[in-house]
């Protein structure tokens, strides 16, 4: 499966964005959506994985309460909702794939190029 992740820009503190990761090549709805964001000198971590139907989704504690994840299996898209953002949600985010819900980013199998969100006045 073929990700493609957009929505990044610049934002300042407090304010919102929503990304947006579209796939294609395989039925996306027998994946498991991730994601992941890598900050400037820091490894890649967790951020939210939406489950099949879209029914459920888990969050890093970091974002807990402020982002929503959600996907629309009809049109292939994962979406994450960013909202009162924080100078440390700076990073480039990822979009991945999977076979089942994980916190870990080696379960996923597929990845989109990144989009970069920077948080700052």
């Known amino acids: 499966v073929q990700l493609q992740a957009s929505g990044g820009g610049l934002v300042q503190p407090g304010g919102s964005l929503r990304l947006s990761c579209a796939a294609s090549g395989r039925t996306f709805s027998n994946y498991v959506m991730g994601w992941f964001r890598q900050g400037p000198g820091k490894e890649r971590e967790f951020v939210a994985a939406?489950?099949?139907?879209?029914?459920?989704?888990v969050y890093a504690d970091s974002v807990k309460g402020r982002f929503t994840g959600s996907r629309d299996n009809a049109k292939n898209t994962v979406y994450l909702q960013m909202n009162s953002l924080k100078p440390e949600d700076t990073a480039v985010y990822f979009c991945?794939?999977?076979?089942?819900?994980?916190?870990?980013?080696?379960?996923?199998?597929?990845w989109g190029q990144g989009t970069q969100v920077t948080v700052s006045s």
């Open positions: 939406i489950n099949w139907s879209g029914s459920s989704t």
């Open positions: 991945a794939a999977g076979p089942q819900v994980s916190y870990y980013a080696g379960e996923y199998g597929y």
